[in-house]
Nanobody, 123 residues
């Protein structure tokens, strides 16, 4: 099993910054790609940014140039630096960890989610 705990959310004014963290524990050696998703009220959950085990990154068009995803494998922690925040970034942000499809790890898969952290951007 993998446990994911997000932190760093809160209330910020438009134009401000926040840094989200996601601490992973458990069978962290089985984690491959990781990502941040968000879900606003009345909307579907959407991918914000993802990062592979090799540190290749991918961003939603709406956050390119403003958000940066990174990971510290030594600390088993995923980050999302969010700058120039806009009211439309308001949502619950979730951390996701994909499990490797190797023989040893796939029994624990396919993925895990954190409990979410609220980000509210006021105009």
């Amino acid at each position: 099993q993998v446990q994911l705990v997000e932190s760093g959310g809160g209330l910020v004014q438009a134009g401000g910054s926040l840094r989200l963290s996601c601490a992973a524990s458990g069978i962290t050696f089985c984690i491959s790609d990781m990502g941040w998703y968000r879900q606003a009220p009345g909307k579907e959950r959407e991918l914000v940014a993802s990062i592979t085990s090799g540190d290749s990154t991918n961003y939603a068009d709406s956050v390119k140039g403003r958000f940066t995803i990174s990971r510290d494998n030594a600390k088993n922690t995923l980050y999302l630096q969010m700058n120039s925040l806009k009211p439309e970034d308001t949502a619950v942000y979730y951390c996701n960890a994909q499990i490797q499809s190797t023989w040893v790890c796939r029994r624990y898969g396919p993925d895990y989610w954190g409990q979410g952290t609220q980000v509210t951007v006021s105009s």
